[in-house]
């Protein structure tokens, strides 16, 4: 485990964004939107991240998901951002029981990548998207449901637990992909207890985790707490989507 301090902001360039709406059917007789964020230039090398909102969806007063998602893909990763809930009906009511059906979306979410960056990877004659391309960036609620779903598929490239917590069901996981653990110490939601227990499994259970507590912070981070905690997340996406 690699401890990490928060850094300076970084400067962006100011693009257009185009978002579009995808379906797919997440379970019986549920329907998923996704929106999709592209990059200010074509991404050439397949990857890709999926951002999942907290407990109160995607307009949610505590965190701006679609400027996150501009953020992102300033980066250079086009986004894409799937309404998981819809799969609940709009419900995050007993997240224990939904957990597996959350997490069951993310892989529609995945196919739907897969078809779109085939698409374009096709047209320049590279090779397919495989799996190990893709990171997620989860915050509060959405932060459990990518660790749920990473706990089945290891071989993401790697998950960001922004305000999150590992669900009970899934502590005895063998493997996980890399992870970046950002959390603030005031935290009054999902206290900061949680972020160290999971740093603590990664540790126990030798998995790659970069842990960060943020001092002044609570559930929703200040404007200046998500500039430095963006700073981190680039630098953790461009390690873990580098070619390889």
């Known amino acids: 485990m690699t401890p990490s301090k928060p850094g300076s902001p970084q400067r962006?360039?100011?693009?257009?964004?185009?978002?579009?709406?995808?379906?797919?059917?997440?379970?019986?007789?549920?329907?998923?939107?996704?929106?999709?964020?592209?990059?200010?230039?074509?991404?050439?090398?397949?990857?890709?991240?999926?951002?999942?909102?907290?407990?109160?969806?995607?307009?949610?007063?505590?965190?701006?998901?679609?400027?996150?998602a501009r953020q992102i893909a300033r980066m250079g990763y086009p986004v894409y951002l799937p309404h998981y809930l819809d799969a609940t009906h709009g419900?995050?009511?007993?997240?224990?029981?939904?957990?597996?059906?959350?997490?069951?979306?993310?892989?529609?979410?995945?196919?739907?990548?897969?078809?779109?960056?085939?698409?374009?990877v096709s047209r320049k004659g590279l090779e397919g998207v495989p799996q190990s391309r893709i990171a997620i960036v989860g915050y509060s609620l959405g932060g459990s449901v990518a660790l749920a779903f990473a706990s089945k598929e290891p071989h993401l490239a790697g998950v960001v637990v922004w305000s999150g917590s590992m669900p009970d069901a899934y502590r005895d996981v063998e493997n996980l992909p890399p992870l970046l653990i950002l959390h603030g110490a005031r935290d009054s939601v999902i206290p900061a207890s949680n972020a160290r227990q999971l740093a603590a499994l990664c540790a126990m259970k030798h998995f790659r985790c970069?842990?960060?507590?943020?001092?002044?912070?609570?559930?929703?981070?200040?404007?200046?707490?998500?500039?430095?905690?963006?700073?981190?997340?680039?630098?953790?996406?461009?390690?873990?989507?580098q070619p390889r």
């Open 12 to 68: 962006v360039p100011v693009f257009f964004i185009i978002a579009c709406a995808l379906s797919a059917s997440a379970n019986a007789g549920a329907r998923v939107k996704i929106d999709e964020y592209d990059p200010p230039e074509p991404n050439s090398n397949g990857a890709a991240v999926i951002l999942l909102y907290g407990s109160g969806g995607l307009r949610s007063p505590a965190f701006n998901y679609p400027d996150e």
């Open 91 to 120: 419900s995050a009511n007993d997240p224990q029981s939904h957990y597996e059906t959350w997490a069951n979306t993310q892989q529609y979410t995945l196919s739907r990548i897969f078809e779109r960056q085939q698409y374009t």
């Open 210 to 241: 970069d842990f960060c507590i943020y001092p002044g912070e609570g559930h929703a981070f200040s404007a200046d707490g998500i500039t430095r905690a963006n700073h981190q997340i680039q630098a953790f996406l461009q390690t873990v989507l």
